[in-house]
């Protein structure tokens, strides 16, 4: 079998029906099989892809083990020799996935691929990075990144200074569509599951790098991402586990003292932006909760809180 296509769900029912059309409607080529591991939904995927998608392995999970341990459940299930992850909140276009395996099939050094990801509209959503460090974070914080997005070294974490209209080799790509091979995930391993949400790709490209594989962002293999349906059920709690994900990756690859520096950069933003998100509240304008999301990341860094792996089914941070 060519590929294996992963999606991991959590009450996103329409949306994984529409991904699901748009997968079966668009892909052909190439021999698939569909995976859907339920993450403990409350709505009606289950019983939606049961009566839609007979043929789609559908693995329920009784609590919510999030992202990364959902991918790792599809690829002990999987027998493609390339590993697909999609995610339910995105829509195929005009043979994407089909695109991605040729690519795959003339680059055998590669071991993973992005796509172009777009917004409903049409409009570029960006979808590779350099990896997380020190000086990105500090630019993130100081809102450098945001006033020159085109400089190549402010911008250089989004890669804002680019088109994304080329082929390239890249850092890592984004979680959302991402076309892995079989033998390499076989030699560096799965995704690690310490991730429950946020930066688990970027960890995993950086194993696949140091083992000699190649990150490739591919642009003729385009999909729409309506993004973040999943995490908008968790208000802006859910970017306390971005903050945290970054940490643990800075931790992992990089050492205790920079991931106590990283902390201490997650501190100067918080402290630079909060008076300002609280003059913003007084005048009634932009984010009303962003001065509490400030608040929460000082928590975390002083008092240690943790983002749980969400292997116990845990949604927050605190």
């Known amino acids: 079998m060519d590929a294996s296509i992963a999606i991991v769900n959590w009450n996103t029912c329409d949306l994984l029906d529409q991904c699901l059309r748009s ?13 859907v591991v339920d993450n403990a939904s409350e709505d009606e995927s289950v019983s939606m892809v ?7 392995h559908l693995i329920q999970n009784k609590v919510n083990l999030g992202f990364a341990t959902g991918c790792n459940i599809a690829f002990k299930h999987s027998q493609g020799r390339y590993f697909i992850l999609l995610n339910s909140d995105t829509i195929v276009l005009e043979n994407a996935l089909g695109k991605l395996v040729e690519f795959m099939n ?11 990801l777009l917004n409903q509209d049409g409009t570029l959503q960006r979808s590779a990075s350099c990896y997380p460090d020190l000086l990105t974070e500090l630019f993130d914080a100081l809102y450098l990144s945001k006033l020159f997005p085109q400089s190549r070294l402010f911008g250089r974490y989004a890669m804002t200074y680019w088109d994304f209209e080329d082929t390239r080799e890249v850092d890592f790509v984004g979680g959302s569509c991402m076309i892995v091979r079989r033998d390499a995930i076989e030699e560096v391993g799965l995704l690690d599951e310490d991730y429950f949400m946020y930066t688990e790709e ?11 594989w190649k990150i490739y962002y591919y642009p003729k293999a385009r999909i729409i991402h309506l993004g973040g349906q999943s ?5 802006n709690d859910i970017l306390v586990h971005l903050y945290s994900s970054r940490n643990r990756f800075i931790s992992k ?12 950069i997650i ?3 918080a402290v630079l932006r909060l008076p300002i998100f609280e003059a913003m509240k007084l005048m009634k304008k932009g984010d009303p909760n962003g001065s509490s999301f400030q608040i929460k990341l000082l928590k975390w860094a002083f008092q ?11 949604t927050e941070c605190g």
């Open 304 to 314: 240690g809180i943790q983002c749980e792996s969400g292997r116990n089914g845990a």
């Open 106 to 116: 003339s680059h055998r050094r590669v071991g993973v691929t992005g796509c172009r």
């Open 253 to 264: 690859h990089y050492g205790h003292m920079a991931a106590a520096m990283h902390k201490s």
């Open 50 to 56: 049961k009566a839609k998608y007979p043929n789609v």
């Open 231 to 235: 995490s908008n059920r968790y208000g």
């Open 23 to 35: 997968l079966y409607e668009t892909s052909t080529g190439f021999d698939f099989e569909t995976i």
């Open 267 to 269: 501190v100067l933003g």
């Open 202 to 212: 970027a960890d995993w490209c950086y194993r696949f790098f140091m083992h000699d």
